[in-house]
């Protein structure tokens, strides 16, 4: 983390499932004593996201987010973003990208 | 072998042919591929997860005339795990004929993962004389598809002195055979009170109630106009609004507003610093002691006692 962004580095062969991802947005949250700011997710080792993960990232999962880059890998990181951004009704600016330095872009023009 | 396209192709047609017969509880094994079928099978199984949600929802919403076809998962092992009675239910969830699951171990029916749960957990619970627990555990079919459910697990004593013994349970709810048959109907009925049809929605009117549902969502901190001023904003009326959303979502406008609220709020209760009312009035709750009624309403306890 830095002073103005937030970068997530999800580990190699990762399934998430709820308690992982209510252990994540803990982290995320305590590192971030209430500032908001920008999102970088690394996703582009996880294989998996179950349902109530998934369901809990977008809701209870998003404070404090003020833009959201995914950076995946495709085929599996690809669909698994695009499944979650289809499904979930989402508030604040969010994308994939295959290149860190767009979605630093991104990050940079939206957060 | 279990690597080749041929073999994962298999897998998949194994997992779509059971979502065509209403079965949405198995999975496929994620691989550590990076491939175009590992983000098939990826997508399967999360397409597989959203329409069995909207699936079991609309058996809530609708379920007077919905009825749903239960699958029994459930098995008594000795204290050793070694099967000893599997219900028929048990055997086509696991494409199994009984022969082939008496006398073996439960473990070779799972996953690793679920393999080490339960030897650990059941270690502990086997030292008394009776236990409860509620395990996750995923089963692997003879047809190598993932069943992954929690499971009731209870421990007791066999009135013949042969010792303790293991009864396993769960529950899968499949579409099957008693859905209504012939072609169906593309509109939806609301229903007020138990059989009344009353208001018709068309799949414009759908489009639009899923509109306002994600409109509250990402407008959770903001004060929800009057229904009726929604309905007009929305160009419908007030009464296909509030009976729309219910049968749809199965619960009312406002419940809906106050519980996805209630969740925001228990994630900051929980990992910030936030004073009460402050969080209160993020969430959009008018006064601390409001935010608290609902919150204890919801969870069973006061958002001060969860801090402590």
Known sequence: MTEALMHIIYKKDLCIDLRAAQLIVQDRMMLQNAREMPVLCDIREVRRVNKPARDYLALEGSQWITALAFLIDPPVTDVISSIYLGTHALTIPTRSFTKKSEALAFLKKHG | ?308
């Open chain 2, 1 to 308: 072998m279990p690597n080749t396209d041929d073999f994962r192709v298999k897998r998949i047609q194994k997992m779509l042919l059971e979502m065509a017969k209403g079965n949405f509880f198995y999975s496929l094994e994620p691989s550590d591929k990076n491939d175009n079928i590992a983000s098939l099978v990826v997508m399967l199984n999360m397409v597989n997860e959203e329409i069995a949600a909207a699936f079991i929802h609309q058996g809530f919403a609708n379920a007077h005339n919905t009825p749903q076809c239960i699958i029994q998962l459930s098995l008594i092992l000795d204290a050793k795990g070694q099967i000893e009675l599997v219900t028929n239910g048990t055997c086509s969830l696991l494409s199994c004929m009984p022969k082939d699951l008496i006398g073996k171990p439960i473990t070779e029916l799972m996953t690793e993962n679920s393999q080490r749960t339960w030897s650990k957990k059941m270690t502990k619970h086997l030292k008394r004389d009776r236990s409860e627990t509620v395990l996750f555990l995923e089963f692997i079919t003879n047809d190598g598809l993932f069943l992954a459910k929690d499971c009731q697990i209870s421990v007791y004593q066999a009135l013949d002195g042969s010792g303790q013994k293991i009864v396993l349970n769960s529950v899968f709810f499949s579409k099957g055979e008693p859905f209504e048959t012939g072609l169906p109907k593309n509109k939806l009925k609301v229903t007020k009170g138990i059989k009344e049809h009353k208001v018709t929605l068309t799949p414009e009117d759908i489009q639009m109630i899923r509109e306002v549902h994600d409109t509250i969502l990402n407008n959770l901190d903001k004060d929800l106009p009057s229904l009726k001023d929604l309905a007009l904003h929305m160009g419908t009326n007030e009464y296909k609004l509030k009976y729309g959303f219910k049968q749809i979502y199965g619960t009312t406008i406002f419940r809906f507003l106050t519980q996805e609220r209630l969740r925001k709020s228990k994630t900051l209760i929980q990992h910030s610093n936030l004073s009460l009312k402050e969080i209160a009035h993020m969430n959009g709750f008018k006064s601390a002691a409001h935010f608290s009624r609902a919150f204890r309403d919801k969870y069973g306890k006061t958002p001060t006692d969860l801090r402590r």
